[in-house]
């Protein structure tokens, strides 16, 4: 396996960083090309979500680091998907800074 760690900007307080990752956390099968990916998180610290997708056959540990000015994504790539490295980085990307910029909704505890 390879790590590929992805650090991305933000300007959120923690306590509204760790509401929107924990509310968009839902959404993720969804940024996943293919529409059949399964993910599981836990939260083992109040900066570090843990994840596991497993899509197309494959599973994917990850984690997120929660931290003032940036969210670090670091994601351990089995076998053939290193070599998808780059167009998962820019799916990363793209698809967390929807997560950071999504306002969640009014009344919501998300």
Same mark, same amino acid.
């Given at each position: 396996?390879?790590?590929?760690?992805?650090?991305?900007?933000?300007?959120?307080?923690?306590?509204?960083?760790? &509401?929107?990752?924990?509310?968009?956390?839902?959404? %993720?099968?969804?940024?996943?090309?293919?529409?059949? =990916?399964? /993910?599981?998180? *836990?939260?083992?610290?109040?900066?570090?979500?843990?994840?596991?997708?497993?899509?197309?056959?494959?599973?994917?540990?990850?984690?997120?680091?929660?931290?003032?000015?940036?969210? &670090?994504?670091?994601?351990?790539?089995?076998?053939? %998907?290193?070599?998808?490295?780059?167009?998962?980085? =820019?799916? /990363?990307?793209? *698809?967390?800074?929807?997560?950071?910029?999504?306002?969640?909704?009014?009344?919501?505890?998300?």
């Amino acid at each position: 396996m390879e790590d590929l760690t992805i650090d991305l900007p933000h300007q959120l307080d923690l306590a509204e960083l760790r &509401r929107r990752m924990e509310g968009g956390v839902a959404k %993720l099968p969804s940024y996943i090309p293919g529409g059949i =990916a399964k /993910v599981d998180h *836990s939260w083992p610290s109040e900066s570090r979500m843990a994840l596991e997708v497993t899509t197309f056959g494959q599973v994917i540990p990850a984690h997120v680091d929660l931290m003032l000015g940036r969210v &670090r994504v670091t994601l351990r790539l089995p076998g053939m %998907l290193k070599l998808m490295a780059k167009p998962i980085e =820019a799916m /990363v990307r793209k *698809s967390g800074e929807q997560l950071l910029l999504e306002k969640p909704a009014q009344g919501s505890k998300d």
